[in-house]
T-cell receptor, first 112, second 117 residues
């Protein structure tokens, strides 16, 4: 079983601050997805990265996939209360037929 | 695009009854659907993988006779919790991928909150 270690587990910051969430593994993934989940709802896809070294930007969110495709990070600039939620990284593997390995999640709280 | 719905969103039932949860891909054909269970403040726990027209593949520790999964079409999968007990109370979430193969993105439904009294 490939393990995805996500850190930190919990992050509480003030509006306007920056934050970074990390997702690390000793295994290589074919793709890495980031999701955000709000209480009582299903996870919503933020981004999929598939190429080692890839950087994707989505407004204030920057996603990076490590060169070796073993790790990823999510950076939020000037966080807003609307960024509050559970952030989940998930890795896909060759031959796994779409099955994803999820990290434990990072609970982010942004206070006004 | 890539919208997945679940029904019902919430269900309360008595212990010993069965509950069926539907998962539908609304604007794409889902060759593979996944069923997850999530406990409060925890990540998703994969229960089973469902491919259209074939038997579901269950994860270790998940009772296939208790959690019946049917994937009768490319847009519909159902999870039936048979003889539900209070310990089955949880948040159940389905997801779907648009094609088979590796590393495909999963699109999630909104989840179903099950409470067994």
């Amino acid at each position: 079983t490939q393990l995805l270690e996500q850190s930190p587990q919990f992050l509480s910051i003030q509006e306007g601050e920056n934050l970074t969430v990390y997702c690390n593994s000793s295994s290589v993934f074919s793709s890495l997805q980031w999701y955000r989940q709000e209480p009582g709802e299903g996870p919503v896809l933020l981004v999929t990265v598939v190429t080692g070294g890839e950087v994707k930007k989505l407004k204030r969110l920057t996603f990076q996939f490590g060169d070796a495709r073993k790790d990823s990070s999510l950076h939020i600039t000037a966080a807003q209360p609307g960024d509050t939620g559970l952030y989940l990284c998930a890795g896909g593997s060759f031959g796994s037929w779409g099955k994803l390995q999820f990290g434990a999640g990072t609970q982010v709280v942004v206070t006004p | 695009g890539a919208v997945v719905s679940q029904h019902p969103s919430r269900v309360i039932c008595k212990s010993g009854t069965s509950v069926k949860i539907e998962c539908r891909s609304l604007d794409f054909q889902a060759t593979t659907m996944f069923w997850y269970r999530q406990f409060p403040k925890q990540s998703l726990m994969l229960m089973a993988t469902s491919n259209e027209g074939s038997k579901a593949t269950y994860e270790q520790g998940v009772e296939k006779d208790k959690f019946l999964i049917n994937h009768a079409s490319l847009t519909l999968s159902t999870l039936t919790v048979t003889s539900a007990h209070p310990e089955d109370s949880s948040f159940y979430i389905c997801s779907a991928t648009s094609s088979g193969g590796y590393g495909e993105t999963q699109y999630f439904g909104p989840g179903t909150r099950l409470l067994v009294l």
